[in-house]
Each structure stands twice: as structure tokens, then as C-alpha cells.
């Protein structure tokens, strides 16, 4: 017999740590109950894991708030869930768009074009160095490849230099990931790493704005220095926000889609060869990986009044969380959801979101995937795991921390011409 509803666990980081998503439990949501009322952990919440009911509530921003709480963290957890800065993915209408439109400008598939070869430049560079220091061999695919590829890009948009890319990396594991003990300080709490970190990282933007406001220079900090709201400049506090969300939104993320889609591939090789023989296929396969990885595990909103959503009656001031990957299997939106196809089409997966807070990087972390991805087909003569994947400790991005992988690269017919 089917345990009680009331027995699933939907938010537990330990569980995303140890068995990854809870796609089982999902199911059947999905099925028998589609607006839930979870109350394992405190506060209660409203799982949402329906594709249509995800993108209702989305895009009501004004009856649905992003403010206080953008992301579910059990207080099991010890973690106030909140973050240190009030960033644009906290924000409600009106004062939302305001905010957002200042770098919304950047990151339009116009705007980015010009940055496409950049992109591309980076992920072939990046896995040059991994056939120069060894061609064949085994290696950590995250450290290796996937982590470094979206900070890279990242620190190219913000204009900062390489050197400091080991900063931004571990920033970005202690703000966005310190519910995980590996990536908190020593003897600290998570909340206390993460406020740790973003002062550090505060205070490196600030220099760095500082300098930016005396010689401008094109990219996005010396943009911010520049920006207005309602004919004022952006304030210092506002702005170290902004480098805040920018930093931290496009990191893990991509990182964890592109090691996903690795991981996706190694599962299904009759994919992978697909791929690697028709790499006009890599738009589509990169937006299967986002359906299937889906790396944002849930954003959550709060009713601003009583409302019902398919008969459920909800409070104001009660909480609703919205569970990506499910949606993403949601059998009334994809065909046979559970298949990873490269050529699945159309594909309307929310691993972006939808609605008000539509990912601001969509575009941007498409162009990496894509990069990743058509050069990882070319190269990759042979990859196998070498070691099980170790799983983050984290109920908010669903992350792999190390994907050991044996590999076999070819030489880059196009750089030693
Ligand atoms: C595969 C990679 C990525 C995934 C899966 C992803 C997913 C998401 C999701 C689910 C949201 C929230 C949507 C909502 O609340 O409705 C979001 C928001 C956001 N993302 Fe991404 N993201 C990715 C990459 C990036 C990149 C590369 C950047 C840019 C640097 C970025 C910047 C942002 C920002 C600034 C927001 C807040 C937008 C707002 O509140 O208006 N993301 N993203």
C-alpha cells in the first residue's frame, strides 16, 4: 500500500544529498495532489508540481510575492533563507521592473550576440588546458570544466581579471550553497558564511565600482555606476545588490546544468552519439538538459491574500513553493517525460522560471550550454564515470559537487591549422 500522502518528503537538503530529486514523490503529487499542503518541515508550505499551476501563480506577481522569502529552506536548517542584500529576485511590482530594467538591456539575444564568440572562445580554451595538462586521463569534470565555464563568462561581463576567479568561485559555493557543511566556513553556521562571504564580496565590488565611476570601461559594474532610478543614481547598497545577484544567479546554476547534462549523457550514450553526429541538434539537446537537470529545484511565493487554486483554498500570508524539475515532468505538458531526447519538440520546460521573474541570464546561460556542449561533442573522443557523483546538500539548486570522470580527448583539428 502507498504511504500516506503526508509522509513525503518533498524539501529535505539531506535527501536531495543522498538520492537527488524526489521525482517519485513528485509523481504522485502530481497525480493525487496536485496543490499540497506539506507540513514535515516548519514553516508549512503549498507544493505547487504542476506545470499549469506553476504558471498561474507566476505570473501573478502582485497576488503572489517574491518578498521575504524567494526560496524555501526548512528551519531545521538553521538558515533564516534569506539573503544579506534585497536583490532583484526579491523584489515585487512595481518597484521590481524598475530594477530589473536597468541590466535587462544586456542580456537580450541582440545585446549578447556580440559576446558569442567570447563564449565560445572560453569553453575551447577551457578544455585546451585540460588536453594540454593531460589528453587522456581522469578528472573531476566539475572543477575541471563546468564550474570554471560560467564564472569565466560571468567575470568577462563584469570586467574582472582571471586571477580572480578563484574568489568568485568560492563566494559563490558560501552564498549560494552554504547549506552545505563542505562550503561553509570553519565552525561558522551557514547563515553566518553566507553573510561572511557577501561583505567580502561587497567590499571587493565596492573598490571595484569606485574605480569604475573614475574610468568607466564596457561592462556591467561601470553600467551600474552609471544607472538611475527615478533621475537618481543607483545607491552603493543597491548596486553591490546587483553584482550580488549577478554573481550568484548564473554560477551553481549553469555549473550544474552543464555537469547534469554530462551526467544525462553518460546515461544515455545513444543520445550522446546522436549529438556528436548532428550538432545542428544542440539548441534542442540544450534545452532537454535544462527540462531534465532543471537546476533551480523551487522558488517560493507568498499569497498576498486569500485566494483558491484548483478548489484549494489558501491564506494570505501562507506560503507557496514551486517545484521546477516536476513541472518539468509534468505528463500533461511533455510526452513520455520520463525519456531524455535530444530532439524533443516543442519543449516549454520552466527550468527558467516564468512570468515576472523570468530568468534575466536565460539567454546568456543558453549560449554557454550550447558553447559547452558543442565542444565537449567535438572533443570528447571517449568519457566514462570513474567515481559516483557526489550530490550538494541543498533543497534550493540541485547540484553535483564532483563528477569523476575517464576521458579521452581529441586534438583540436581547427587550432592546429
Ligand atoms: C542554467 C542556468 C540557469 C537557470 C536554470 C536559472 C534559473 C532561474 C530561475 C528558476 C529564476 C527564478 C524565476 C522565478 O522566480 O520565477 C532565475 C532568476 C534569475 N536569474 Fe537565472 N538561471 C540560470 C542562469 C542565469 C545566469 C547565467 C544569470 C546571469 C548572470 C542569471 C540571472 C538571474 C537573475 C538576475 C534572476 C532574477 C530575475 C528577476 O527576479 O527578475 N541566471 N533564474
Redesign the pocket.
Known sequence: MAAPLADLELIDPGEFARHGYPHAAWRRLRREAPVFRSERHEPPFWALVRHAEIVAV?RQPQRFL?APR?QYIPASEGESGEFVAR?????DPPG?RRY?EI?SPQ?TPRALRALEAEVDRIAGDLLEELAQESPSGECDFVAAFAAPL?IA??AR?LGLPREDWPRLYAWTNRIVSASDPQYRDPGATADESRQRATHELFAYFAELAARRRAAPEDDLVSLLGRARIGGAPLSQEALLAYCL???A???E??R??ISGGLQAFLEHPDQWRRVQREPALLPRAVEEI?RWT???VQ?SRTAAEDVEIEGVRIRAGELLV?F?PSANRDEAVFAEPERFRVDRHPNRH?????????????H??RM??VAAFRHLARRLEHVELAGEPVRLHSSQVGGIKQLPVRYALRADARRAS
Open positions: 507566476s517574491s524567494f536583490t532583484i529576485i526579491s523584489m521590481h530589473r541590466a542580456f560560467p563568462v560571468i561581463l545577484i549577478l554573481v544567479a548564473g554560477n546554476t549553469t550544474n546544468a535544462l532543471s537546476p533551480v522558488m514551486l521546477y520552466l527550468a527558467f522560471g516564468v512570468g515576472e521573474h523570468f530568468c534575466l541570464g536565460a546568456l546561460a554557454e550550454l
